[in-house]
Each structure stands twice: as C-alpha cells, then as structure tokens.
C-alpha cells in the first residue's frame, strides 16, 4: 500500500525532520540550498539569510493554520503576525515587513475574516512592520476548514545568529512552556470550561529579546522560538547538529500550576507542548546570568536557566537531550511533538 502522510509529519518533531529529509532535500542539489553567501535549506532553521554588503536580508516564510480561529490569548491574525516576528527576531534579525497570502473557504463570514485580519495587522502596525503585498485565494467550500494564512517576514540583522550551541553553554528559556499547545489542545476536546485559566501565550518577542540579542551579541550561540515541538524539538534539533549532548533539569524548566495539571490529565509532557511566546537560547556561560536578568528586566519575568550544553558522556549520548528528573532520575528526552491538526 502507498505511503500517505499524516498529521504526524507537521508535528514539528522527528516526523517532521524525516518528512523534510525523504521528500524535499533529495530534490535540491546541496550547492542550491542557500544564495548570496547566506543560510538556508542547509540548515534548516527558522529562516534564511543574504548577505548585501554589511547588512544580512534575513527571510523567513510560514502558514499558520489553527483550530479554532479564536482562542483565549489570541486568534489566527496575532498568531501570524507575532510567529513570523519571533521567526526573524530569534535568527538576529530586526523585522521590517511582511508579505502575506489569505487563502479563505468559500462561505466563511466576512467577520470572521475581518477580525482575524484587524489582530494580524495591529501587531504588524504596534511595531510599525510593514505590510508591503501579497494575494488571496479563495477556496471551494469544504476544500478548506475557514482561513489559512501564509507570511513572508523580511528583517535585516548586522549579525544572523546561526545556531550553533558549545559545551558549556547554559540554556536559558524565556517564559513558562506548553501554554499554546495546551490551550489549543483543551479547546479541540471542548475541555476550556472544565480547565480553568489556560491561555495562549502568543506574543511578540521583538521588545523583550531584541535588545537581549543586540546587547549581548556573539554570547548567543543559539536561539529559537519553540513552537511546533515544544522545548524537546529544539533541544534535539541543536544536539543532533553540533552532535552534543543537552542536560536539562525538570524542576527548572517554568510550567504554570494549571498547564502542569491540565496536561498531567492527559498524561503529556510540556516540554512535547508548543509555545508562541517563548524563545530558547544556548548562551555562552560567562554571560549567561546577566541574559536572565536582562530578560526579566524586560518583562520576561519567568526567564531562567534550566540546563547546560556538554560533551557527551558516551557516544551513545551523542546528539541525545537528557533530562535529569525531580528525583534525580535521568531519562532522555525525544522530539515526538504534540500530534495535533491545526495548532499553529
């Protein structure tokens, strides 16, 4: 029988990696992969970058698609704007503009539409981004479930960070994990009443790490925005290209007391869950401390140090992320990601 995909290849985890790998890599010769002495399909990060002149022209593109088109904390428009934000804010980049493409199904309420698009670009204007074009399409009914939205994000950067984390790093996350996820998921299951004080945590990261990223420059190794896959894609993502190991410890990584407990329930670990609000840094560690306080200084109140980057301890951990449990356990930790339709 033929192969098909499944939902499990947008999960953002090693589905996702293997998809990208059989399908589309073989395809693009390794020589086509980047232009202009930039980054690009080559690596694999949250976008690519050209070089003119002393400048870096950094791209990021997505489609952001979820269930259901209003949620608490957000809605479809602010989670397109602030993903395609934290895409560029996290590769060293200032945004200067978007493009966007707003596929809509055939029949879905002008309100609707004109809410989701009023979010996405009251981000784009509180930040003065600019929409600079685009195109829509509109879709035959049930070819479609509502709106999808596709962005081109366009920033410029003296300095692209291109992910490369070094033993010794500390890794820092921003804020508390799973929120996005974990609300999504309860409102698919119909369960926001009965879990009480879920909430997205879309938002930008513009004005809370891009003075972090120009401060301290060169001490950022590393830096991504965990959304599909949660912490546990970036981890395994980062280890698996420098072929390090991470150790994270559990009780360190911040996950609010209603997240924890509503995921407990459905026995899923947060950091499987995706966030938008949240960046993850390998920072180097003579700079490491003053980054949190930066970033709470900033706003990033829950900002902490949950782990470090080492030489594996085996060649067996090489590549691997370990997590080192409450009771002092040690486990590994697997990019499976939250398999869920329509999250982000």
């Not at 290209?241 to 007391?257: N, T």
């Amino acid at each position: 029988m033929s192969r098909v995909v499944t939902a499990a290849e947008g999960s953002g985890g090693e589905d996702t990696a293997r998809f990208l790998e059989e399908v589309l890599l073989p395809l693009v010769p390794p020589e086509l992969r980047s232009a202009l002495g930039g980054g690009g399909l080559d690596r694999l990060d949250d976008g690519a970058w050209i070089r003119v002149g002393d400048t870096y022209i950094v791209l990021t593109m997505d489609s952001h698609t979820v269930k259901p088109l209003e949620f608490p904390g957000g809605s479809l428009g602010k989670l397109a704007a602030c993903g395609t934000i934290n895409d560029l804010v996290v590769m060293g980049a200032r945004p200067v503009a978007v493009m966007d493409a707003l596929l809509v199904e055939e029949g879905t309420p002008y309100d609707d539409v004109k809410r989701v698009l009023r979010d996405f670009t009251e981000i784009l204007r509180s930040f003065s981004i600019s929409l600079i074009g685009g195109d829509t399409k509109v879709m035959p009914r049930g070819s479609l479930d509502k709106i999808v939205i596709s962005t081109v994000g366009i920033g410029v950067a003296k300095r692209v960070i291109d992910d490369s984390p070094r033993p010794g790093d500390k890794i820092i996350v921003t804020g508390p994990v799973a929120e996005h996820g974990a609300t999504i998921l309860a409102a698919q299951l119909g369960m926001l009443d009965s879990a009480k004080g879920l909430r997205s945590d879309v938002k930008p990261l513009l004005p809370s790490l891009m003075p972090v990223i120009e401060r301290f420059g060169e001490a950022i190794h590393a830096a991504r925005d965990a959304t599909r896959g949660g912490l546990a894609a970036v981890l395994n993502e980062w280890c698996k290209k420098c072929g390090l190991e991470a150790v994270i410890e559990r009780s360190a990584v911040p996950v609010r007391d209603e997240v924890r407990s509503f995921l407990e329930v459905l026995g899923i670990d947060p950091m499987q869950v995706a966030c938008e609000g949240v960046a993850v840094l390998s920072v180097d560690p003579s700079a490491a401390d003053e980054v949190v306080k930066e970033l709470r200084a900033l706003g990033e109140s829950s900002a902490t140090i949950i782990g470090e980057v080492v030489e594996p301890e085996s060649p067996a951990l090489r590549g691997r992320v370990v997590v080192v449990t409450e009771i002092g356990g040690r486990v590994l930790l697997e990019a499976r990601g939250l398999n869920l339709p329509r999250i982000c």
